[in-house]
């Protein structure tokens, strides 16, 4: 299976309650560390690519020779390549392994007694608005109108509050979108992009309003232990799976694993 994105997950936590842990503490170290993982898996990328791209010079080379075997050196670049790709693998799992140490500090405050754990409801609630902007997007929508003249912002936002506690999700989306055409740029957010986002911040605010140490951190369909488990045997197959020897005076594919492996476990990841 090929993942080719993964949508965030949406968090919302009262400040108070951050305050009273290490939680901030813990999150700013947590991104410095995935900063520096992303750094240096896009540094490793480019080394693999380079390192692949050589590869396929020298085959293009040989194809030029009909029936002259590669060089030890078009030899040696498949073995490069592999190790380029056992970093650049080796680098992915740091990468996300970061990123679900982070989700696991956010899910650290639920453990405080006072905090409220809204997860579920949001989730459920974004997968009902994201159903709702399907049926908007398709035309399925009927035309929904109220005078906005005789409303102001506050109100705006509690009319939206309320659709979204009565399950009345299409009407929300179409209210938000004519409410951010009476203020951009603010609570009801820039593009139809933000309608999500924009809608789950309302009806957390509003659950915040009536009971205090609200904490929302919504899940996705995308299993995270399965994908780690899956970069995982990508990582320890390439770092056995070396390419065997072409050249009849190279190194023996045995010996060249150990080689390589050898060199890799040295080398800084």
């Known amino acids: 299976m090929v993942y080719l994105q993964m ?15 290490r939680v901030v503490e813990k999150h700013r170290f947590c991104v410095l560390e995935i900063q520096e993982c992303f750094e240096t898996y896009y540094m490793r990328k480019d080394q693999a690519e380079q390192s692949l791209e050589s590869l396929k010079s ?5 194809s ?3 029936g002259v075997t ?3 050196s078009g ?3 498949k073995v490069d390549l592999c190790r380029k790709l056992y970093k650049l693998i080796f680098q992915l799992v740091q990468f996300f392994e970061s990123y679900l140490k982070l989700l696991e500090v956010f899910r650290s405050v639920t453990r ?3 905090v409220v754990d809204m997860s579920l409801q949001a989730t459920s609630l ?9 049926e908007l997007e398709n035309g399925q929508a009927s035309p929904f109108n109220v005078d906005f ?3 102001n912002k506050q109100e705006a936002i509690t009319s939206l509050a309320e659709y979204l506690q009565t399950q009345q999700y299409l009407k929300a989306v179409q209210l938000l979108r004519s409410f951010r055409s009476l203020w951009p740029n603010d609570v009801f957010g820039m593009t139809s992009e933000d309608d999500v986002v924009a809608l789950l911040n309302i009806y957390c605010s509003s659950l915040s309003d009536k009971k205090t140490g609200i904490f929302v951190l919504t899940r996705t369909d995308l299993d995270l232990n399965h994908l780690h488990s899956h970069l995982m045997n990508i990582h320890l197959k390439l770092s056995t799976a070396w390419p065997p020897s072409l050249s009849s005076t190279a190194t023996t594919p045995t010996r060249l694993t150990e080689v390589v492996i050898k060199q890799s476990d040295s080398s800084t990841l």
């Not at 020298?58 to 040989?62: A, D, G, P, R």
């Open 58 to 62: 020298n085959i293009k080379q040989q």
């Open 149 to 151: 003249k005789a409303v």
């Open 7 to 21: 949508e965030c997950p949406f968090i919302y936590v009262e400040s108070d309650t951050l305050l009273g842990s």
């Open 126 to 134: 974004q997968v009902e608005m994201s159903t709702a902007l399907q």
């Open 75 to 77: 030899d040696e670049q």
């Open 70 to 72: 590669m060089s030890t």
């Open 112 to 114: 405080t007694p006072q």
């Open 64 to 66: 030029l020779f009909d």
